[in-house]
């Protein structure tokens, strides 16, 4: 962990969690140190489950970091202020099977204790433990229309990971 990062409860976060994940974003990030990759994602959230903290995040089977996510036991999610709005673009664009985008976006991973990746720049980093997963279903839309909207006939859909939060840092 950086020296500037502090860690603290997830109870005692302050920021509002709708607005920092859906507006400002954040990047999930998977794998070892020999190899990991990240992704931005806008789509998930955070809240209190089996009587833990829990963070949910929905990713589509075709990102590269799903492979990640999926032979991992856990993974981080990372914030950002708004000066790195362009790497999480870079990271929400660009796909880590083509490029380097960690280093395109100017990013700087490291290890946390418990051997997760995670990025120097970020401002809060919080360390998921999976707990569930489920494939989304298009039978179990009670509404189509975030169906319609959001999945062609040859989609697949995103694949939900619910995640016990072990620790949060915060600078
Ligand atoms: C603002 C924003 C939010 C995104 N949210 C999600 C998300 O919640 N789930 C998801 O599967 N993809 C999401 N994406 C798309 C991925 O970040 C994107 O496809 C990325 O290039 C995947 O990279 P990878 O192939 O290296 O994993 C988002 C992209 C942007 C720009």
């Given at each position: 962990m950086t020296e500037r990062m502090k860690e603290v409860k997830a109870s005692d976060l302050t920021d509002n969690l709708i607005r920092l994940i859906a507006s400002d974003w954040m990047l999930v990030t998977a794998?070892?140190?020999?190899?990991?990759?990240?992704m931005t994602a806008s789509w998930?959230?955070?809240g209190h489950l089996w009587n833990r903290n829990v963070a949910?995040?929905?990713v589509r089977p075709?990102?590269?970091t799903y492979d990640?996510?999926?032979s991992a036991e856990g993974f981080t999610l990372t914030f950002f202020d708004e000066n790195y709005r362009d790497a999480l673009n870079l990271c929400g664009t660009k796909s880590g099977r083509d490029c380097d985008k960690v280093a395109e976006?100017?990013?700087?991973?490291?290890?946390?204790g418990s051997g997760l990746p995670a990025f120097t720049e970020a401002r809060i980093i919080i360390e998921c433990r999976k707990l569930y997963s489920a494939q989304?279903?298009?039978e179990a839309f009670i509404d189509s229309e975030p169906l319609n909207k959001h999945y062609s006939a040859e989609d697949k859909?995103?694949?939900?990971?619910?995640a016990e939060i072990v620790r949060v840092w915060k600078k």
């Amino acid at each position: 962990m950086t020296e500037r990062m502090k860690e603290v409860k997830a109870s005692d976060l302050t920021d509002n969690l709708i607005r920092l994940i859906a507006s400002d974003w954040m990047l999930v990030t998977a794998g070892t140190r020999e190899k990991f990759n990240t992704m931005t994602a806008s789509w998930g959230g955070m809240g209190h489950l089996w009587n833990r903290n829990v963070a949910f995040v929905f990713v589509r089977p075709e990102r590269y970091t799903y492979d990640f996510i999926e032979s991992a036991e856990g993974f981080t999610l990372t914030f950002f202020d708004e000066n790195y709005r362009d790497a999480l673009n870079l990271c929400g664009t660009k796909s880590g099977r083509d490029c380097d985008k960690v280093a395109e976006a100017g990013l700087t991973p490291f290890f946390t204790g418990s051997g997760l990746p995670a990025f120097t720049e970020a401002r809060i980093i919080i360390e998921c433990r999976k707990l569930y997963s489920a494939q989304l279903t298009r039978e179990a839309f009670i509404d189509s229309e975030p169906l319609n909207k959001h999945y062609s006939a040859e989609d697949k859909l995103h694949k939900m990971y619910i995640a016990e939060i072990v620790r949060v840092w915060k600078k």
